[in-house]
């Protein structure tokens, strides 16, 4: 055996075993995202408005430590805490299925003060009638709603605050009670005020509400508070943790909300598991029973795809410590793309390896002008993806970037795998004389059909699907968009039995929830959506509960987007998608040296896009993120796609210089016309079998690549292919 091959040999297996050590034991090396295995996402939006100079500067920093402080009592592991921007954080839960008390907790100001109750009965009177005199203002205990008249100056704020624990009172009821302790100056002060004011009450105040407002007896030299207020043993537990580990320097409200029940969690990993096989299983039996031997070998470089992918993310936090390794549904979308790649690297490579033995060449000699021909387009074709997912990193958002960690690991491994170990694989055969030939199925024969003389009938048919789908989402105005793009809230709800749709709505309206749309799954009946503008999702689960008693009513998933936040989404994936088609632009006009190569095939790529997304407003689908990554998807895909038959047009142009560009565009058109059926065929198959088993979640993505990739395909053949012809000067010529 050559030294050169036992080099390659030894290499490959480093890799593997190297992504078999990162990538077990799968539960520890990757985290599944929130969307899969359930939990909470907020983006906290820290309000500076009544800070100024540094403390604004500093005020969001201390924020993030006082929330992690808080997150670390309340005892989640495998948190996300981190700062976006000057005043925004994200904080993501995984396995909270507490909503209302994780909310609570967090976003909690926990500022502490204590204020002296007037025990003047006129000034109150008059306070509860409208006047409130200077230095003084209205509050109404939270025990009885008492209105009390409270000092505006307080005579003692927490930051003297050293512990507070819960303890039990050592009455009758023995009712939970939040215990303060101060340092020695805040004791002191204490001290002090409880000895100029025996006799009068005061209030312990917790960010603006009245907890409770004992008398004073007596002098407190301790130090010593209690907070009473007929709390449980959790709200009391809580109340204690948060004034322990401080108060936040500013208050907060929740500018985007994703929690995701875990059964809802569960059902998309059983769901997504379950299509992932099935889709799998299409390319791997149709690539062995076509392709033969060439196939199982491409197999074996697909399953080392899928190790090295899972290898890469389990890797990724120490090269990156930034970047975690966690796998969300966008990133099974870079997987998915990824996949497609290699599978059509391979198509790409036998056929190739094919034409050559047709063409009377030795089996070697066949492989290897195979792979060397065939490298041309693959390289090209993983590198402009390559550049793609680069800029969508750089200026997407949280899912848009997971697609693309996902996406540049999977081209790395596709472009190792597809060329390097199944070349590797053929020569250990050849060496060892076990391949004697190399047979595969060919049942696509050459075809010489005249593809460009039909160009004016397809550019009639794309431009009318385009303006039809087009015009179809515009006139659906806000209402085209979910809630990550257009802002609002979205509740889902499973019922032990399929609940009235009609008294689901009467609820709605006790709720006054104004505008609500309320969609009751064919597939489903027991699961309802609920759509409001408003943020009302405590209340209505509430009165939910309250009228289906016994139909085990659970939250199956929550999001809550602000019109800010909905705004700054939009604008960042239109950003992303924009700069990623400004790099596969500039790259391909580079690569192919002429400048219409480029333009026709962001042409043909923005075409699958605007019809795949006409197709889902046509549908009645909504657009969200989501359909964003599907988006982002059928671009690389198709782009991809153009790539192989603008490779072959060079060659060809090398070889065949007395041909016109009709003809020269006509003939490789056909020539590769084998690989893209196949391709697309394989392709589609996976997409298909997501489609119909992956669940309602998966449902709208899986949709979009359906249309977007047979578009995908015809858009080559007859859009950008055509439109080189037109634009170009030469002519036919």
């Not at 105005?477 to 609002?488: A, L, P, T």
């Not at 008693?549 to 602000?562: F, W």
Request: proline letters at 3%; charged letters at 20%.
């Amino acid at each position: 055996m050559e030294r050169k091959l036992i080099y390659k040999i030894l290499f490959i297996l480093g890799v593997v075993g190297l992504c078999l050590y990162y990538t077990f034991p799968l539960n520890k090396r990757i985290n599944l995202g929130l969307d899969l295995q359930g939990g909470m996402h907020l983006l906290l939006k820290v309000d500076t408005s009544h800070l100024d100079g540094q403390a604004k500067l500093d005020a969001c920093d201390r924020a993030v430590e006082v929330i992690r402080n808080r997150i670390d009592e309340f005892g989640v592991r495998e948190t996300s805490i981190q700062k976006q921007g000057e005043d925004e954080i994200v904080v993501q839960l995984p396995g909270v299925t507490d909503r209302e008390r994780a909310i609570d907790l967090i976003g909690k100001t926990a500022m502490l003060e204590f204020k002296i109750v007037s025990p003047d009965t006129d000034k109150l009177k008059e306070a509860i009638a409208g006047k409130v005199p200077d230095g003084y203002e209205l509050k109404y205990a939270s025990e009885e709603n008492e209105p009390l008249l409270l000092e505006k100056q307080a005579v003692l704020v927490g930051d003297t605050l050293t512990d507070a624990s819960v303890r039990f009172d050592q009455s009758q009821f023995s009712e939970p009670i939040v215990a303060l302790h101060f340092n020695s100056a805040g004791a002191k002060k204490f001290a002090e005020v409880t000895a100029v004011n025996v006799g009068k009450r005061l209030a312990i105040v917790l960010d603006g509400k009245v907890q409770s407002a004992p008398r004073i007896r007596e002098a407190i030299p301790s130090g010593e508070a209690v907070i009473t207020g007929r709390f449980d043993v959790q709200t009391a537990q809580d109340l204690a943790l948060v004034l322990r580990v401080g108060a936040l320097p500013a208050p907060m409200h929740i500018e985007e909300e994703r929690t995701v029940g875990p059964l809802l969690g569960q059902d998309s990993i059983n769901k997504g598991v379950k299509a992932s096989i099935i889709g799998l299983a299409f390319v791997f039996i149709f690539m062995a029973a076509y392709y033969l031997l060439s196939g199982i070998i491409a197999d074996i470089a697909l399953l080392l795809n899928l190790l090295m992918i899972t290898g890469g993310l389990g890797l990724l936090p120490c090269i990156f410590p930034g970047i975690s390794a966690t796998l969300t549904l966008p990133g099974i979308a870079g997987i998915a793309l990824s996949l497609g790649m290699a599978v059509d690297a391979n198509v790409l490579i036998n056929e190739r390896i094919r034409e050559e033995i047709h063409a009377g060449k030795a089996l070697r000699t066949a492989i290897k002008l195979g792979y060397d021909r065939a490298f041309t387009a693959i390289f090209d074709s993983h590198l402009t993806n390559l550049i793609a997912a680069f800029l969508l990193f750089q200026f997407g958002t949280g899912p848009i970037r997971g697609f693309a960690v996902t996406l540049t690991i999977g081209i790395v491994a596709s472009l190792f795998t597809s060329i390097v170990v199944t070349h590797v694989i053929l020569e250990i055969l050849l060496n060892a004389g076990i391949l004697k030939s190399l047979p595969m199925l060919h049942m696509l024969k050459e075809t010489k059909i005249d593809f460009i003389s039909k160009r004016r009938i397809f550019y009639v048919i794309s431009l009318s699907l385009t303006i039809i789908g087009l015009t179809s989402f515009l006139m659906k105005g806000h209402k085209g968009y979910g809630i990550d793009f257009s802002g609002g809230q979205l509740q889902e709800y499973s019922f032990k039995t399929p609940p009235k749709i009609d008294s689901v709505r009467q609820a709605l309206k006790e709720l006054n929830l104004g505008e609500a749309t309320i969609q009751q799954f064919k597939e489903n009946p027991r699961v309802i959506l609920i759509r409001t503008m408003q943020n009302k999702s405590t209340q209505l689960s509430e009165k939910l509960k309250e009228m289906y008693p016994n139909a085990d009513v659970q939250i199956l998933k929550i999001e809550h987007v602000g019109p800010i936040a909905g705004q700054h989404l939009k604008h960042k994936a239109v950003l992303a998608i924009a700069w990623s088609m400004v790099g596969i632009l500039i790259y391909i006009a580079f690569r192919f040296k002429h400048f219409e190569f480029a333009l026709a095939g962001v042409i043909a790529l923005l075409h699958d896009v605007l019809v795949a997304l006409g197709a889902l407003s046509l549908t009645g689908r909504q657009i969200d993120l989501l359909s964003v990554t599907a988006f982002l998807t059928i671009a690389g895909y198709s782009i991809s796609d153009t790539i192989v038959v603008y490779d072959r047009f060079r060659e060809n142009a090398r070889l065949n210089r007395k041909l016109g560009l009709k003809e020269l565009i006509n003939l490789s058109v056909n020539q590769t016309l084998s690989r893209t059926i196949i391709t697309t065929g394989v392709t589609l198959l996976t997409v298909l079998a997501i489609f119909l088993y992956g669940g309602d979640v998966l449902s709208n993505f899986s949709f979009a690549l359906l249309v977007g990739f047979f578009c995908g395909a015809y858009s080559t053949v007859f859009i950008a292919s055509p439109l080189v012809l037109a634009w170009s000067r030469k002519g036919s010529k």
